[in-house]
């Protein structure tokens, strides 16, 4: 199993920024890939950008060019988000593929007020 402990973030006026961060622990030689989600309330939840382990990262539409995704060790990745907006507000969720499955952190909202 992989354990996945998110963090960063909290309340930003719309045009500001955030960096989300997200640590794996046990068995993160399994990983292929991290990511992050978002889910608002009565919507799916839905990508944001993940990334593999070798090659380039991957971007919803409408966070491209906002939003930028990243491996800072081998066990953990940041979002950093820019030109934060309203539509930007969710519960944000880490995301690991491995080989052994699929794990999901606890979430942590992000909120933009106007």
């Known amino acids: 199993q992989v354990q996945l402990v998110e963090s960063g973030g909290g309340l930003v006026q719309a045009g500001g920024a955030l960096t989300l961060s997200c640590k794996a622990s046990?068995?993160?030689?399994?990983?292929?890939?991290m990511g992050w989600y978002r889910q608002t309330p009565g919507k799916q939840r839905e990508l944001v950008a993940t990334i593999p382990k070798r090659g380039a990262a991957n971007y919803a539409d409408s966070v491209k060019g906002r939003f930028d995704i990243s491996w800072i060790s081998r066990s953990t990745i940041h979002l950093q988000m820019n030109a934060l907006t309203l539509d930007d507000t969710a519960v944000y969720y880490c995301?690991?593929?491995?080989?052994?499955?699929?794990?999901w952190g606890q979430g942590t909202q992000v909120t933009v007020s106007s």
């Open positions: 046990s068995n993160i030689f399994s990983i292929n890939a």
């Open positions: 995301n690991a593929d491995t080989r052994t499955g699929e794990y």
